[in-house]
């Protein structure tokens, strides 16, 4: 990915001038930059931005999901998780299909290989319905 760097620093009295930009390329693994979840009765189509072709190696997206089941009372969970390859796309997408009723579900999509605090989350929490 490619980034500009400028800095600016305050002190008691005002900002001082911004600096020269500095232009870099990060080369590596890097996590996607923002996902979102579209809900649709039982399923979810978790998307994302993948990594731009000039990023060298081509991740493997992973994502997973828990779920709280909200109907019982012994705290009982559901998860699960897919892989997925990089493709050349402006977006990524995966369906969740498999979702059960009035559950209460946490989405996260990472890339091995990068800080665990990079995973984005696509949402906090998606409550399917009944039939």
């Given at each position: 990915?490619?980034y500009v760097?400028?800095v600016?620093a305050k002190?008691?009295?005002?900002?001082?001038d911004?600096s020269?930009?500095?232009?870099?390329?990060?080369?590596?693994?890097?996590a996607?930059?923002?996902?979102?979840?579209?809900?649709?009765?039982?399923?979810v189509?978790?998307c994302?931005?993948?990594s731009?072709?000039?990023c060298?190696?081509?991740?493997?997206?992973i994502?997973t999901?828990?779920?709280?089941?909200?109907w019982?009372?012994n705290?009982?969970?559901v998860?699960?998780?897919?892989s997925?390859?990089?493709e050349?796309?402006?977006?990524l997408c995966?369906?969740?299909?498999?979702?059960?009723p009035?559950?209460?579900?946490?989405v996260?999509v990472?890339?091995?290989?990068?800080?665990?605090?990079?995973?984005?989350?696509?949402?906090s929490s998606?409550?399917?319905?009944d039939?």
């Amino acid at each position: 990915e490619d980034y500009v760097i400028t800095v600016k620093a305050k002190t008691e009295f005002d900002w001082g001038d911004e600096s020269d930009s500095y232009y870099t390329t990060i080369n590596g693994i890097v996590a996607p930059s923002e996902v979102n979840c579209d809900q649709k009765g039982y399923t979810v189509n978790v998307c994302w931005t993948p990594s731009p072709a000039s990023c060298s190696p081509k991740p493997t997206y992973i994502i997973t999901w828990e779920g709280d089941m909200k109907w019982t009372d012994n705290n009982t969970h559901v998860a699960g998780s897919f892989s997925m390859e990089w493709e050349n796309n402006s977006s990524l997408c995966h369906l969740l299909d498999t979702l059960v009723p009035y559950t209460e579900y946490i989405v996260d999509v990472s890339v091995p290989g990068t800080n665990p605090s990079t995973n984005q989350r696509c949402s906090s929490s998606i409550l399917v319905p009944d039939a």
